[in-house]
T-cell receptor, first 110, second 116 residues
Framework: EDQVTQSPEALRLQEGESSSLNCSYT??????LFWYRQDPGKGPEFLFT???AGEEKEKERLKATLTKKESFLHITAPKPEDSATYLC???????????FGKGTKLSVKP | EPEVTQTPSHQVTQMGQEVILRCVPI?????FYWYRQILGQKVEFLVS????????KSEIFDDQFSVERPDGSNFTLKIRSTKLEDSAMYFC??????????????FGEGSRLTVL
């Protein structure tokens, strides 16, 4: 069964304190792995797509990496406005829908 | 910036009643989706829609659910006879791309459905 597990469930950081979020996945043929950001009461907002092991994408303080079994979202020198829930999702070759993890709720304190 | 809009933002209904949730996808997008998120749980896929027909649906999307694109702009989700367990945030999403790009979705802000 295709599934996505994210850890930790919650992460509290001080402003400027870098860290990483983990997304482990099992899928019968990976078409793509996606990172989304979700603010409270809002819909997910697309951040990155990764297609193959070794690939990296960057956007401001965020960098996403991919291996054959997991993906990391690295946050460098986070700011309070980075506080949100970060969702990981996979898309299998055989299907078009996304399978989401439960997310990591990130809180960045000033 | 173009966005996906959903109405209503919140609907309260009695068990057994019919509910219609409405969405206006981004105008040049071709692929449309409904996902839902029960409070504290994962975002779950319900259905995808392309070229005026359902292209994929999940086990959740049973005979109580239906989707329609009644005109060139709206995309609706109907729940025929709501149950308590249908209480959730329902997200509409759209995508311009096929193949590899179909995971890059633009989500609306959601419609919160509360079934009493």
């Amino acid at each position: 069964e295709d599934q996505v597990t994210q850890s930790p469930e919650a992460l509290r950081l001080q402003e400027g304190e870098s860290s990483s979020l983990n997304c482990s996945y099992t899928v019968s043929g990976l078409r793509g792995l996606f990172w989304y950001r979700q603010d409270p009461g809002k819909g997910p907002e697309f951040l990155f797509t990764l297609y193959s092991a070794g690939e990296e994408k960057e956007k401001e303080r965020l960098k996403a990496t991919l291996t054959k079994k997991e993906s990391f979202l690295h946050i460098t020198a986070p700011k309070p406005e980075d506080s949100a829930t970060y969702l990981c999702a996979v898309q299998a070759l055989s299907q078009g829908n996304l399978i989401f993890g439960k997310g990591t709720k990130l809180s960045v304190k000033p | 910036e173009p966005e996906v809009t959903q109405t209503p933002s919140h609907q309260v209904t009695q068990m057994g009643q019919e509910v219609i949730l409405r969405c206006v996808p981004i105008s040049n997008h071709l692929y449309f989706y409904w996902y839902r998120q029960i409070l504290g749980q994962k975002v779950e896929f319900l259905v995808s829609f392309y070229n005026n027909e359902i292209s994929e649906k999940s086990e959740i999307f049973d005979d109580q659910f239906s989707v329609e694109r009644p005109d060139g702009s709206n995309f609706t989700l109907k729940i025929r006879s709501t149950k308590l367990e249908d209480s959730a945030m329902y997200f509409c999403a759209s995508s311009p791309s096929s193949g590899r790009g179909t995971g890059e979705l633009f989500f609306g802000e959601g419609s919160r459905l509360t079934v009493l």
